[in-house]
């Protein structure tokens, strides 16, 4: 199984970015999907999660700017990015628990980071 990341760029703040990630491999069952960040000098945080059914949280950093979306016939997770700030600069990785064919129970997956800059 692999996560492919893609979107990320340099964008002044105020702006707006869509990162996408698609899984691909032995894919039985695509669960939780999410994106992470981790800026300099910082820890991963987590930026928004959507579930297989629908259901998204998000950062309070992000609320009311970002939006995490799925399209589950592509196995591919979105985050749509607006009102950039240069806090927003980091490194985004997306993550998806899958569940791989002949087995029961998820795993967690990471895709490669994809960078997003904003300036001010």
């Known amino acids: 199984v692999q996560l492919q990341a893609s979107g990320g760029g340099l964008v002044q703040a105020g702006g707006s970015l869509r990162l996408s990630c698609a899984a691909s491999?032995?894919?039985?069952?695509?669960?939780?999907m999410a994106w992470y960040r981790q800026a300099p000098g910082k820890q991963r945080e987590l930026v928004a999660v959507?579930?297989?059914?629908?259901?998204?949280n998000y950062a309070d950093s992000v609320k009311g700017r970002f939006t995490i979306s799925r399209d589950n016939a592509k196995s591919t997770v979105y985050l749509e990015m607006n009102s950039l700030k240069p806090d927003d600069t980091a490194v985004y990785y997306c993550?998806?628990?899958?569940?791989?064919?002949?087995?029961?129970?998820?795993?967690?997956?990471w895709g490669k980071g994809t960078q997003v800059t904003v300036s001010s």
């Open positions: 993550n998806a628990d899958i569940t791989v064919r002949g087995r029961v129970y998820g795993t967690d997956y």
């Open positions: 491999g032995s894919i039985r069952r695509i669960n939780a």
């Open positions: 959507i579930t297989s059914g629908g259901s998204e």
